[in-house]
């Protein structure tokens, strides 16, 4: 189960994750650059105390004694500020700076060798040392312990170490300034490489929509090598469903032409036979209803066939086999109906065809789309049909002309199969007085 607080998208875990990635590295680097300026600051400060030590130590003689007289003239450059505090400690006694606080623990000493009454001399070289002003000030300081005829002399020079936190903060705040901007460009970088990564798939997203809606049969597989195995599958998953819908719907025009066709001539044969023509009526019927929920199943509500070629096609094809009937066909190009192309044969051909066998020498094929819906419209300049029969002729084996081998069956079956796809079939009186028949599609 995923966690509530993991974003549910790929972009939105992939910049979680960078984001914080992002965060821990500035801070480290923050951390690190801040212990590299603090310890350059302390080296220096360190020095600058170093040279104060040596200007003590060159006021003690080799007995101990300070020279007052030279210590007076450099004594000027010792406090220069709030803080700054000196000290010298040696056999007379102790001057320096009123308020010097006593370090708790001074620089550690040397272990004393084994069986030696002397102590140990001391180390060389000023040594650090931390302490606390009376006011509660932190002090950094460097002292040095020299040794005399009559004694240890200690020289101290101690700074504030807001001396030391000053120029930190000085500096770490144009720093942070920094980070913040290089954080910045990094969301940014972060941004972009996330646009660029899931651009491919976001364009499988897309095509996989477009053979949904029948504008594609198979998504391209020229992909990242992480998405090709996705494509592949996709494909053969499209190809596999576009067989068993092909079989489907094989089996479902193989049954319909095998019963129907036999149970209406049964139903012509026994006209007027009240108990057996009602038993065939109700097979056909059942047949119908049983035909109509399997093509319903297989019906392809994805396909996206264009009108233009379909409808001029059929007029070649039905013009040949009706000599000195003109079928003219006026379809906009580039609009596409949502049927199946061997359906929208089907349709259109049982209308065509009803047409070019009425009419007295002119069929006309048109269509436009209003909204959602094409409107095809085939019209005939033959008879006609009287309108109070118009609304029966959509019914199984309903036929006004008797003449030729037909059974009635052409309209009901382009009624049914408009329904099918969530159209409709109206018929009406063509304006050079023939049967204009309108058969509405949805559009693609």
Do not use: C
């Not at 901007?181 to 990094?186: E, N, S």
């Not at 209803?289 to 001029?312: D, Q, W």
């Not at 909204?371 to 199984?396: F, K, N, S």
């Amino acid at each position: 189960m995923m966690p509530r607080w993991l974003p549910r998208s790929l972009r939105g875990r992939m910049l979680l994750v960078s984001s914080i990635a992002t965060l821990v590295a500035l801070a480290i680097a923050g951390a690190v650059i801040a212990g590299l300026l603090g310890r350059f600051v302390i080296e220096g400060l360190d020095r600058r105390l170093d040279a104060e030590v040596a200007l003590l130590a060159s006021t003690v003689d080799t007995d101990g004694r300070v020279d007052r007289a030279r210590l007076a003239q450099r004594i000027g450059g010792f406090e220069v500020g709030r803080g700054w505090r000196w000290r010298i400690e040696g056999p007379d006694g102790a001057i320096g700076s009123n308020d010097f606080p006593r370090p708790a623990a001074g620089p550690p000493a040397p272990p004393a060798p084994p069986g030696a009454e002397r102590p140990a001399p001391p180390l060389a070289g000023p040594q650090p040392w931390d302490g606390e002003a009376d006011d509660g000030e932190r002090l950094h300081a460097r002292q040095l312990v020299i040794e005399t005829r009559r004694g240890s002399v200690t020289l101290t020079a101690a700074a504030p170490r807001g001396v030391v936190r000053r120029p930190i903060v000085e500096a770490l705040t144009p720093l942070l300034l920094a980070l913040a901007g290089l954080g910045a460009l990094l969301t940014i970088a972060l941004l972009v490489q996330l646009r660029v990564a899931l651009r491919p798939v976001r364009r499988l997203h897309d095509e996989v929509a477009a053979i949904r809606a029948g504008q594609l049969a198979r998504v391209d597989e020229d992909q990242p090598d992480e998405l090709r195995p996705l494509a592949a599958e996709l494909n053969a998953l499209a190809a596999d469903n576009e067989a068993a819908l092909a079989t489907a719907r094989g089996s479902a025009a193989n049954l319909a032409h095998a019963l129907k066709t036999p149970v209406a001539a049964l139903a012509l044969d026994l006209a007027g036979q009240s108990g057996p023509a009602s038993q065939v009526a109700r097979i056909d019927r059942t047949i119908r209803h049983h035909l109509a929920r399997a093509r319903t199943a297989a019906i392809n509500r994805r396909s996206a066939t264009p009108l233009l070629p379909a409808a001029s096609d059929l007029a070649d094809a039905i013009r040949r086999l009706h000599d000195g009937v003109a079928i003219a066909v006026a379809v906009p190009q580039g609009l596409a109906v949502a049927i199946d192309p061997q359906d929208l044969d089907e349709l259109l051909g049982n209308l065509v065809d009803n047409a070019a066998r009425h009419a007295a020498g002119r069929v006309s094929v048109s269509a436009r789309g209003e909204g959602r819906m094409v409107h095809i419209e085939v019209a005939d300049d033959g008879p006609g049909i009287p309108a109070a029969d118009r609304a029966r002729m959509t019914q199984p084996g309903t036929r006004l002309d008797q003449r030729g081998d037909g059974h009635g069956f052409g309209l009901s079956i382009v009624a049914e199969l408009a329904a099918l796809y969530g159209g409709a079939l109206t018929l009406g009186e063509a304006p050079e007085g023939g049967l204009l028949v309108t058969l509405m599609l949805p559009a693609a």
